[in-house]
T-cell receptor, first 112, second 112 residues
Framework: DTAVSQTPKYLVTQMGNDKSIKCEQN?????MYWYKQDSKKFLKIMFS???????INETVPNRFSPKSPDKAHLNLHINSLELGDSAVYFC???????????FGPGTRLLVL | GEDVEQSLFLSVREGDSSVINCTYTDSSSTYLYWYKQEPGAGLQLLTYIFSNMDMKQDQRLTVLLNKKDKHLSLRIADTQTGDSAIYFC????????????FGTGTLLAVQP
C-alpha cells in the first residue's frame, strides 16, 4: 500500500487554466505539506496543514490555494496557471510531534 | 537565515567511498536529514540525525554532524552504480512549525 499518494502523476495544461492536484496519506499522520521543486531541483516548502488547520504559508502567490478536507487529504488548487508554475509538486506527511516527513512520488506539472 | 548549501556535483568510482557535504544556518535545528532522489522519482528518506549527536551509522551510511561549524556530511561506503542520484540534506527549522529547509542537492555520479 502506498503511504503518500498523489494524483495526477503528470499534468500538462495551457497557461491561464485552473487545475487541482490531490494528495492522500494512509499513515494516520496529522500534518501534511506541499513542496515545490523547480527545474533546478530546488525544493521549497509552500504550505502545511496540521489537523486541517493551515500552519505554514510561505510566500506563495494567491493563485495557489490549499485545502484540507480531512487529516488524510491535502489538495492544491492553482488558478490562472503561469509558465513559471511548471515544476514538480511534492506532498509529504508527518506526525507533528515526530521527526520524519514522508514524501509522495510528486506531480509533474508542465504549463505550456 | 534559512540557507542550506551543498556542492552541486560529485563523481566517484564504483567501490570507492563518497562524501557529500552540507552546511546549514539555523543553529536551533533539532533534526538534520538526508534524502535521496533517483531520476524521475520522489524523495526517499535515507537517514537523519538528532542535533545532540555527532555521528550516526546505518549500514553503508555514516552521518557526521559538526554543530559548532553547522556542517553535516553523508559518507557512503563501497559506492555502487545504484547510488547514483541527487542527495538532499535538510534541516528541521527550529521555529514552531515542522518545516524542512532543503539544500540545493548534490548530484552523485558513480562511474563503473
Amino acid at each position: 500500500d502506498t503511504a503518500v499518494s498523489q494524483t495526477p502523476k503528470y499534468l500538462v495544461t495551457q497557461m491561464g487554466n485552473d487545475k487541482s492536484i490531490k494528495c492522500e496519506q494512509n499513515l494516520g499522520h496529522d500534518t501534511m505539506y506541499w513542496y515545490k521543486q523547480d527545474s533546478k531541483k530546488f525544493l521549497k516548502i509552500m504550505f502545511s496543514y496540521n489537523n486541517k488547520e493551515l500552519i505554514i504559508n510561505e510566500t506563495v502567490p494567491n493563485r495557489f490555494s490549499p485545502k484540507s478536507p480531512d487529516k488524510a487529504h491535502l489538495n492544491l488548487h492553482i488558478n490562472s496557471l503561469e509558465l513559471g508554475d511548471s515544476a514538480v509538486y511534492f506532498c509529504a506527511s508527518s506526525q507533528f510531534t515526530e521527526e520524519t516527513q514522508y514524501f509522495g512520488p510528486g506531480t509533474r506539472l508542465l504549463v505550456l | 537565515g534559512e540557507d542550506v548549501e551543498q556542492s552541486l556535483f560529485l563523481s566517484v568510482r564504483e567501490g570507492d567511498s563518497s562524501v557529500i557535504n552540507c552546511t546549514y544556518t539555523d543553529s536551533s535545528s533539532t533534526y538534520l536529514y538526508w534524502y535521496k532522489q533517483e531520476p524521475g522519482a520522489g524523495l526517499q528518506l535515507l537517514t537523519y540525525i538528532f542535533s545532540n549527536m555527532d555521528m550516526k551509522q546505518d549500514q553503508r551510511l555514516t552521518v557526521l554532524l559538526n554543530k559548532k561549524d553547522k556542517h553535516l556530511s553523508l559518507r557512503i561506503a563501497d559506492t555502487q552504480t545504484g547510488d547514483s542520484a541527487i542527495y538532499f540534506c535538510a534541516e528541521k527549522y527550529g521555529g514552531a512549525t515542522n518545516k524542512l529547509i532543503f539544500g540545493t542537492g548534490t548530484l552523485l555520479a558513480v562511474q563503473p
